[in-house]
């Protein structure tokens, strides 16, 4: 059995360099934290000061967001993330699922409280209706 490494998995944007979940905590309009073992990996090319966060399989809309570093080296999202919680509702418990294509550019899946994806426009919705 072997297993793919993450520069193997593709998006429809692209080859997807890295990809992590977040589970959103309390208001998610405040600051979140994204997974040390991605600021890690960004951190090899030096510490981005901003993100390109958009929707997945959607390149109209695109949010730059700033993040910012703990004195441990902890990554969060800061200004402009707000701008992205309220446009797309999000709420505790909500599911972020990000991919990272490089040069500081992310897709972002939103899955609700029943786990189901949100689509937003852009999405390829229609596809599902032929369920």
Known sequence: MSSSSSSDMMDEEGPVLFEFVV?????????????DTFADFVAGDGRPGSLHLREASCGCCQWIVD????????????IG??????????ESGFVLVFSYFGERDMSVKVFDETRCRRHYH??????????
């Open 23 to 35: 589970v959103l905590k309390g208001d998610p309009q405040a600051i979140q934290r994204l997974s």
């Open 122 to 131: 852009g999405d390829n919705a229609e596809e599902d209706d032929d369920w």
């Open 81 to 90: 993330s707000e701008k992205f919680a309220r446009y797309h509702r999000l």
């Open 67 to 78: 993040v910012i570093y703990d004195a441990r080296g902890k990554m969060y999202l800061h």
